[in-house]
């Protein structure tokens, strides 16, 4: 048990010195992600019914894949971001926080990676 107050805890700790550019990157990826998703929507809606030759056909479209790849990426580290916060907010024991923040990290790389590779295989006609 301590008697130190909560203001004498963290009097000299400093700051993490990342907090202003977490903020930044997650306003900024949110913001990309207005536009990114609105083509994303329309992508897929106009892809509805479609057989798997105009798909290839479609993404065959450089610009096509490329919006559709940086709505993946921007989407992927928006969610890391989100997921990141929360994690740092709300798991109070510093092992599980530590395993769930890389687990969270490996999970949106892999997304992003798995998403994008898929897409430029379709891109090529594979």
Same mark, same amino acid.
């Given at each position: 048990?301590?008697?130190?107050?909560?203001?004498?805890?963290?009097?000299?700790?400093?700051?993490?010195?990342?907090?202003?550019?977490?903020?930044? %990157?997650?306003?900024?990826?949110?913001?990309? %992600? +207005?536009?990114?998703?609105?083509?994303? +929507?329309?992508?897929?809606?106009?892809?509805?019914?479609?057989?798997?030759?105009?798909?290839?056909?479609?993404?065959? %479209?450089?610009?096509?894949?490329?919006?559709?790849?940086?709505?993946?990426?921007?989407?992927?580290?928006?969610?890391?971001?989100?997921?990141? +916060?929360?994690?740092?907010?709300?798991?109070?024991?510093?092992?599980?926080?530590?395993?769930?923040?890389?687990? %969270?990290?490996?999970?949106?790389?892999?997304?992003?990676?798995?998403?994008?590779?898929?897409?430029?295989?379709?891109?090529?006609?594979?």
């Amino acid at each position: 048990m301590s008697f130190r107050t909560p203001l004498s805890r963290v009097t000299g700790l400093g700051s993490a010195k990342s907090g202003t550019e977490h903020f930044w %990157n997650q306003r900024l990826t949110a913001l990309a %992600n +207005v536009p990114l998703m609105l083509f994303s +929507v329309w992508l897929v809606i106009s892809l509805v019914g479609a057989d798997r030759a105009q798909m290839v056909a479609t993404f065959a %479209n450089p610009f096509i894949t490329g919006f559709a790849i940086l709505a993946i990426v921007s989407a992927s580290i928006h969610m890391r971001l989100g997921l990141q +916060v929360v994690i740092e907010d709300y798991v109070h024991t510093e092992s599980t926080k530590w395993l769930l923040l890389m687990l %969270n990290s490996f999970f949106a790389f892999g997304v992003a990676i798995i998403a994008t590779v898929s897409l430029l295989k379709l891109s090529f006609g594979g």
